[in-house]
C-alpha cells in the first residue's frame, strides 16, 4: 500500500470524507465490522430474547421487533455477522432493554453497537 492509500475494513455507512495528501478521512457514519464472535452462543442467546419477546409482545412495533430478532438468530445460526447485526440494528432500541434485563451479553453488546450507544 502506498503513501496515498487507505484501507478501510469493514462495511462503513455514513459520509466518508477523504480530503488532502495526508489522507485525511472522517467517518461521520458507523462501521459494522465483525468481531470474533461465537455463534452458538449467540444464536441461543437470540432464541432466549425472541421468547422473552413473545411473552412480552403487544404493540405492533414490538412484534415487528420480534421478527427482526427471529431473522437475527437466522443469521445467527449461519454465520452470518452481517445479517445479525441488520437485524438487531433495525429491531434497535425496542429491545436493547428486553436483552439487558435477561442479560444476553453478546446479544446486548450488538445492539448497543448497532444502535450507536
Do not use: C
Not at 15 to 40: K, Q, R, W
Not at 76 to 104: F, P
Amino acid at each position: 500500500m502506498s503513501k496515498n492509500e487507505v484501507k478501510i475494513g469493514g462495511n462503513v455507512s455514513g459520509s466518508v470524507v477523504v480530503s488532502g495528501t495526508a489522507g485525511y478521512i472522517s467517518n461521520s457514519g458507523s462501521t459494522d465490522t465483525e468481531p470474533t464472535i461465537d455463534f452458538t452462543k449467540l444464536s441461543d442467546e437470540l432464541a432466549q430474547l425472541r421468547e422473552a419477546m413473545l411473552q412480552q409482545a403487544k404493540t405492533r412495533e414490538e412484534s415487528i421487533a420480534v421478527g427482526e430478532v427471529a431473522q437475527a438468530e437466522k443469521f445467527a445460526l449461519e454465520k452470518d455477522y452481517s445479517g445479525v447485526y441488520k437485524h438487531l440494528k433495525e429491531a434497535g432500541h425496542t429491545v436493547l432493554k428486553i436483552a439487558q434485563d435477561i442479560g444476553v451479553e453478546i446479544t446486548t453488546n450488538i445492539i448497543k453497537k448497532a444502535i450507536g450507544i
